[in-house]
C-alpha cells in the first residue's frame, strides 16, 4: 500500500547496529530522487533526521548514516541506545504520483 | 525556534468540512514551501498537499483532489487546509510541515491535530 517499502520491524541489543531498507522503484528512488529519514518517538511528531546523502541537521548523532543505491536506500544505526527506540520513516518524491512518497515505517526496538 | 502549531481539528460528520490551521513562527514564513502530511491511527505517513513559496502552485494526493484546499496567508504566517467532503479514511492526525530548502524533504513538523470523521 506504501510506494516505498520498508521491514515492520528491527530489533538489536544496546550497542550493538542495525540498518533499515527503503525499497522504492523507477518512478521514485531508482528516478534519482533523494531519500530521507524520519524518526517518530512514541506519541510524538515526526522528526527530521537526514536527508539526501547523509547530511544531518545539527543535533543528530553521526551514529546515524544514510545510503541509497540503485532503486534502494538504507539508514544504518550503530551504538544502538535506548533512546533509538522509536518508528522510522523513509521519504522520496515520485514523478509519476506528482508527490511525496513515504515506506510504511519500521519500529526499531532496543532489546 | 522554528514552530508550527496546527489547529482546527476534532469530530466531524462524513460529509462534512473544516479547515485546519498551521500558525508558524521562528523563520521566514513567506520564503519557504509547505505542505500537510497525515497519520491514521496505528498506520505511516502519507503526504496531503503542498504549496509553493509564493502560493501559486498546489499539489494533492489523488485521494483528495476535488476535496481538499492547501493556501496561505503570508501576513498573519499561516498555512490552511480546506477539507471539503469528509470521508471516514480522512481520519488521521494532520501535521503541517515545512518543505527544506534544495530538497524535498521536511525539516520541521507541527505537533500534529486529529481529524475524526465518523457519524
Known amino acids: 500500500q506504501f510506494v516505498l517499502t520498508q521491514p515492520p520491524s528491527v530489533s538489536g541489543a544496546p550497542g550493538q547496529g542495525v540498518t533499515i531498507s527503503c525499497t522504492g522503484g523507477s518512478s521514485n528512488i531508482g528516478a534519482g530522487y533523494d531519500v530521507h529519514w524520519y524518526q517518530q518517538l512514541p506519541g510524538t511528531a515526526p522528526k527530521f533526521l537526514i536527508h539526501?546523502?547523509?547530511n544531518r541537521p545539527s543535533g543528530v548523532p553521526d551514529r546515524f548514516s544514510a545510503s541509497r543505491s540503485g532503486a534502494s536506500a538504507s539508514l544504518a544505526i550503530t551504538g544502538l541506545q535506548a533512546e533509538d527506540e522509536a518508528d522510522y520513516f523513509c521519504?522520496?518524491?515520485?514523478?509519476?504520483?506528482?508527490?511525496?512518497?513515504f515506506g510504511g515505517g519500521t519500529k526499531l526496538t532496543v532489546l | 525556534e522554528v514552530q508550527l502549531v496546527e489547529s482546527g481539528g476534532g469530530l466531524h460528520q462524513p460529509g462534512g468540512s473544516l479547515r485546519l490551521s498551521c500558525a508558524a513562527s521562528g523563520f521566514i514564513f513567506s520564503s519557504y514551501e509547505l505542505t500537510w502530511v497525515r497519520q491514521a491511527p496505528g498506520r505511516g505517513l502519507e503526504w496531503v498537499s503542498y504549496i509553493s513559496s509564493s502560493g501559486s502552485t498546489e499539489y494533492y494526493r489523488d485521494s483528495v483532489k476535488g476535496r481538499f484546499t492547501i493556501s496561505r496567508d503570508d501576513a498573519k504566517n499561516s498555512l490552511y487546509l480546506q477539507m471539503n467532503s469528509l470521508r471516514a479514511d480522512d481520519t488521521a492526525l494532520y501535521y503541517c510541515?515545512?518543505?527544506?530548502?534544495?530538497?524535498?524533504?521536511?525539516?520541521?513538523w507541527g505537533q500534529g491535530v486529529l481529524v475524526t470523521v465518523s457519524s
Open positions: 510541515a515545512r518543505v527544506g530548502r534544495g530538497d524535498n524533504y521536511f525539516d520541521y
Open positions: 521519504q522520496s518524491y515520485d514523478r509519476s504520483l506528482s508527490g511525496w512518497v
Open positions: 539526501g546523502n547523509n
